[in-house]
């Protein structure tokens, strides 16, 4: 038991001081202000925009709790992915989250300032200069910034924000040449809507010495690869994709008394009545662009049959029967596999897809494993006993090789 002395020393210490009791109260104080003057101070995410900003991973080789290197925030129009982003880069740039409480595990950013980012997307002036700028300027505090802080260029355009710590933001469009960003390193690339694959590895090659962070923020009207291979791989670990529709960032408070959200339902509904099917699939809901425009619905009992016992591919040891017109089509990668199918069509012009390259789950393969020269043989060996009428896409015209096109074969 304690003696009276020491008992009487230790509910002294765990008295706050005069002092401590001020700091508190200024710190208060100080962040009222700030919550006040400046809204990245009192940001208030929809449940998407939240998900996107805590998708954090126990790193499995370190033990360390970071983000997940590659997040993708996608979906509809107006769910506030630009907004989210710009706010991320801020957020990193200042080493942490603003509208976080200081003990909340995601409120330090992974990097200690400076920081260097790029941000781009596909049109300088109506998206850099028209959405990112205006919405940068809102959310950073003037305070943090070195001198007016928004760098301009001749043409008047902002392309760099330059912070007190250090800190940089680069503003750029995809049809800058990539060779500039070839050799730069990066702590973060944004990118604001899908850039063409090649702006894409040129980008985030930068992020190898930092070991830095891609984040997205996408509508998918374009570059369908962005979804296979960022979206579609999702694993929670190496890749986040979190998707949303217009009506996630509706007005709305949350379970736990929260206001957030910045549209009205009743705007949502105007904007939708002017949509067709297809753009409402598209706009609102976010849907893939490449979902749309389809010729045909696939349904599996009318469009699958089985080769051993439907007759006419049974009676041939499970192939297309030889007397039928035979189409082998071609779709080139430049990275991943060629996709091939083979297609037959009957006497009564019902068109049947009997074999097929490569073999499993196309969007889970990476790599290719095999040269265009063992493609090609591969492809031979397979048409052999058909006469094939052959085609390619357009696309990879100037990458055929090895002799593999033919107009015929026994």
Sequence with gaps: MLNSAVAVQAVQMAQ????????????????????????????????KQEAFIRAYRKNIDTGVYEPIPNRTIWGGNKLGKTYILCAEAHSYCVGYHPWMALSDPCFKTKFTPPVKILYRSENFQEIIMEKVVPTLR????????????????????????QYKNGSII?????????????????????????????TYIADT???????GLFVLGATMLKEPWAKEELVDVADDYDYFAIYGEMEDNLKHTTAAGKVVGHLSEAAVKIFSKRLDEEEYGMRVK??????????????????????????????????APKDWPVFHILDP???????????????DENVYIWQEFPFGEYHKIKYADKTTTEMAELFNEMDVGYFCEY????????????????????
């Design 16 to 47: 706050p001081t005069r002092r401590d009791l001020l700091t508190k109260v200024l710190v208060k104080k100080r962040i009222e202000e700030l919550r006040t003057n400046y809204p990245i101070y009192r940001l208030a995410p929809n449940e």
């Design 138 to 161: 809102q959310l950073i505090p003037a305070f943090e910034l070195a001198g007016k802080g928004f760098i301009k260029n001749t043409a008047q355009q902002v392309i760099k924000i």
């Design 170 to 198: 680069k503003l750029g469009s995809y049809n800058q040449d990539d060779d500039d960003k070839e050799g730069l390193d990066w702590d973060m690339v944004i990118h604001d809507e899908p850039a063409p694959r090649p």
């Design 205 to 211: 090659r930068g992020l190898v010495a930092s070991d």
């Design 286 to 319: 976010g849907m893939p662009s490449q979902m749309f425009g389809m010729v045909y619905r696939y349904e599996e009992d009318i469009h699958v049959f089985d080769p051993d016992t439907f007759k006419p591919f049974a009676d041939n040891g499970g192939r």
């Design 333 to 347: 990668h430049p990275r991943k596999p060629y996709a091939a199918i083979w297609a037959s069509i009957s006497p």
């Design 391 to 410: 085609y390619l896409d357009n696309l990879g015209g100037n990458s055929r090789s090895d002799g593999y096109l033919k107009t015929s074969k026994e």
